[in-house]
């Protein structure tokens, strides 16, 4: 199965900075089918991004997808209140889909 | 409105059983591809089974022989049972409907219920 490992575990910003999150992949990730989601205390995952570069519904423009192959990015241009918390990539290009480890997104 | 609800969780014993459900609202499950996908407690998001249109299901390895999904049509509902649990199955376990995008499905997921614990203890 593909792993995937994001970095880095910890990143904390100040609201209105960028952010840039990293997932990479064991294997190629085929036809760019990898995923982000956000996932805040006590709630479920919500999906943020899709075919790498995609925005799910209701997602800001200040998220943006990024990548190919084996190494792909979420930024965040602005960072908002609400933007804080923890993120995760998803490939599902190969079965069985997998989810990187998260990447905590907290509050400076 | 488009909602999934998961029930069914709760303290089972080493080497029990335990069957969850989730019913879905807003859409039709015996028409999607639905799964269940677990976090243990502060840890990552683990895929866990999948129930394909048509009948067909399909598992991870550290769940497979021992759970199996299914759904009920008529009452809208995926189910897991879950059989021979230990210790690392202790976890929220998410029920998620894959999305569907110009006619095909994608193994991500753009619905995701509120999930339901299942704490394995003695």
């Known amino acids: 199965e593909i792993v995937l490992t994001q970095s880095p575990g910890t990143l904390s910003l100040s609201p209105g900075e960028r952010a840039t999150l990293s997932c990479r992949a064991s294997?190629?990730?085929?036809?760019?089918?990898l995923a982000w989601y956000q996932q805040k205390p006590g709630q479920a995952p919500r999906l943020f991004m899709y075919?790498?570069?995609s925005r799910a519904t209701d997602i800001p423009d200040r998220f943006s997808g990024s990548g190919s192959g084996t190494d792909f990015t979420l930024t965040i241009s602005r960072l908002e209140p609400e933007d804080f918390a923890v993120y995760y990539c998803?490939?599902?290009?190969?079965?069985?889909?997998?989810f990187g480890q998260g990447t905590n997104l907290e509050i400076k | 409105e488009v909602q999934l609800v998961e029930s069914g969780g709760g303290l089972v014993q080493p080497g029990g059983s335990l069957t969850l459900s989730c019913e879905a609202s807003?859409?039709?499950?015996?028409?999607?591809?639905m799964s269940w996908v677990r976090q243990a407690p502060g840890k990552g998001l683990e895929w866990v089974a999948v129930?394909?249109?048509?009948?067909?299901?399909y598992y991870a390895d550290s769940v497979k022989g021992r759970f199996t999904i299914s759904r009920d049509n008529s009452k809208n509902t995926l189910y897991l049972q879950m059989n021979s649990l230990t210790t690392e199955d202790t976890a929220v376990y998410y029920c998620?409907?894959?999305?569907?995008?110009?006619?095909?499905?994608?193994?991500?997921?753009?619905?995701w219920g509120r999930g339901t614990l299942v704490t394995v203890s003695s």
């Open positions: 294997q190629t990730v085929s036809s760019r089918y």
């Open positions: 075919g790498a570069s």
């Open positions: 998803q490939q599902y290009g190969s079965s069985p889909p997998t």
């Open positions: 807003g859409f039709t499950v015996s028409n999607t591809y």
């Open positions: 998620a409907r894959e999305c569907l995008r110009d006619g095909n499905f994608y193994f991500f997921f753009d619905l």
């Open positions: 129930a394909y249109t048509g009948g067909r299901t």
